[in-house]
């Protein structure tokens, strides 16, 4: 146990050294925040009205009669601004706290101090949401504060249900409200699961047609139409891809959202081990993968 945190620390070490020397994420057009930059013919939707600019380049086209003192302002003299803002992400941790994915959650946590000085130079936001009982629970709105929620994955209990389809619908109106607030940001939604969603009705013939796996799949195809990224990690993959329900959910779920999924095969003598040093490697190359398409 003391050289698997002693490899946590090496890589935590090693993923701030890196954020420091990344630039700052690019800049994005907004029409509601950030500052203006520079002067250009105002299209409605498309730039912001600049009023004194308008009105001296009016004047300058010769549209100021003197003698009347009357401005004619046409759609020639029309200027707006463009205005930018640091483009920012906010992640999102959906995190099932079933027995098979139970022991990554430390992994997650300590994961997430590896990132602090990534997240505070790009000045980036994390939630996060767990999947337990009968709903999903906000744990953490997004803040800059990523102790906080390294705080809150560690307060995360044991829990028998899965409420797959709310907790991606919750993760989805997060990332939305967080799309509103910064028209700038972009969302990352990571989530940690073996995509055995509950509560199960009774007699389905067909798995896939219960109603907790279709409104998963329903709730994934949202985030596609978002554009909203959605990176699935399914730690609880058998040695024999793709015939085990959780196994073929979890690829639906990413075909349909047009995501990624990382796979990790367990036996089933070690699936409630703690991680492997290679395992946490693949996480962690996943999660990097991801948050390098935003640079």
């Known amino acids: 146990m003391t050289s698997f945190f002693k490899f946590l620390r090496n890589i935590r070490k090693t993923k701030v050294r890196a954020a420091r020397g990344r630039r700052r994420r690019g800049s994005v057009a907004s029409l509601t925040t950030g500052r203006n930059t520079r ?37 020639e003299d029309m200027l707006g601004w463009t205005r930018l803002e640091n483009e920012s992400l906010t992640l999102i941790l959906l995190i099932d706290v079933s027995r098979s994915t139970w022991p990554f959650v430390k992994v997650f946590k300590e994961i997430l101090k590896s ?25 953490n709105h997004p803040t800059h504060n990523l102790r906080v929620v390294a705080r ?15 907790g991606l619908y919750k993760s989805l109106n997060m990332a939305r409200l967080e799309k509103s607030k910064n028209p700038g940001s972009r969302s990352i939604v990571i989530l940690l699961s073996d995509c055995y969603p509950e509560p199960v009705m009774p007699g389905c013939t067909d798995i896939f047609d219960d109603p907790a796996y279709r409104n998963s799949v329903n ?48 036996a089933k003598d070690q699936r409630y081990a703690k991680p492997s040093r290679k395992e946490i490697e693949t996480i962690i190359k996943g999660i990097d993968d991801s948050l390098s398409k935003y640079n």
């Open 152 to 166: 809150g994955l560690g307060k995360l209990k044991f829990h028998g249900e899965t409420p797959i389809a709310d």
């Open 39 to 75: 002067i250009v013919k105002y299209t409605k939707g498309k730039s912001k009205l600049a009023p004194l600019r308008t009105v001296l380049n009016s004047v300058s086209n010769g549209n100021y009669n003197l003698k009347l003192r009357k401005l004619n302002i046409t759609d």
């Open 219 to 266: 709730a994934a195809r949202q985030y596609k139409k978002g554009n909203i990224m959605l990176l699935v990690i399914n730690p609880a993959f058998d040695s024999q891809e793709g015939k085990l329900p959780g196994e073929i959910l979890s690829k639906n779920i990413v075909s349909a959202s047009s995501g990624e999924l990382i796979k990790l095969y367990r």
């Open 115 to 139: 990132l602090t000085g990534y997240f505070n130079k790009h000045n980036d936001r994390v939630g996060l949401i767990s999947l337990q009982g009968l709903q999903a629970k906000i744990y």
